[in-house]
């Protein structure tokens, strides 16, 4: 079982709240990244990092922001959660140019 | 960027027998080729990972081949269980970027 953690697992919240959603790794790795995944769908990279004070966009433009302060944590914040935004959001970490181990993700509904 | 096509349908086999899965990817070959497994609900989980200069790897009952010429890689599940029922997604890496697939459902029939 990899040590990458998500919180919460599950969030139902209303249109115009924001909201973290928090990921944390305690193996040490620089690199980590965001992942949005429909049901039935592939996943689509939103935001990774390769260290600390260090983030990027990813393939799929998105109205997220992250921030890497510390090595082991990589929160994302939704400043203004809409319905659009309902999908389940996944969590990975990895060495460079090694696998990717990935958290158990956050399912975000956006009412 | 990378297209990655998986077999688009579900693949439904009886236990005991042999499940092939297949990637095919345009554009360049990727350094490396990975698979994972991924459950309803869950994060995918890292099987296999085969270089670009090596032909096949193997690992239990998994085996993965890796083709540059065709670009396509086959993922085998040899004596498949119920067990074995999952999502299976390839990934391709080139430099620091990770293209998954959208993944193949597989069940076994007991």
Not at chain 1, 38 to 53: A, C, K, Q
Not at chain 2, 5 to 24: D, P, V
Request: charged letters at 20%; one cysteine or more.
């Amino acid at each position: 079982e990899a040590d990458i953690y998500q919180t919460p697992r599950y969030l139902v919240i209303g249109t115009g709240k924001k909201i973290t959603l928090e990921c944390s790794q305690t193996m040490g790795h620089d690199k980590m990244y965001w992942y949005q995944q429909d049901p039935g769908m592939e996943l689509h990279l939103i935001h990774y990092s390769y260290g600390v004070n260090s983030t990027e966009k990813g393939d799929l433009s998105s109205e997220s922001t992250v921030s890497r302060i510390r090595t082991e944590h990589f929160p994302l914040t939704l400043e203004s959660a809409r319905p659009s935004h309902t999908s389940q959001y996944l969590c990975a970490s990895s060495e460079w140019g090694t696998e990717q181990y990935f958290g158990p993700g956050t399912r975000l509904t956006v009412t | 960027s990378q297209k990655i096509e998986q077999n688009s349908e579900a693949l439904n086999i009886q236990e005991g027998k042999t499940a092939t899965l297949t990637c095919n990817y345009t554009n360049y070959s990727p350094a490396y080729l990975q698979w994972y497994r991924q459950d309803p609900g869950r994060g995918p989980v890292f099987l296999l990972l085969i270089r670009e200069n090596e032909k096949e790897k193997r690992k239990e009952r998994l085996k993965v081949t890796f083709d540059t010429t065709l670009k396509q890689s086959l993922f085998h599940i040899t004596a498949s269980q119920p067990a074995d029922s999952a999502t299976y997604l390839c990934a391709l890496v080139t430099g620091n970027q990770f293209y998954f697939g959208t993944g193949t459902s597989l069940t076994v029939i007991p």
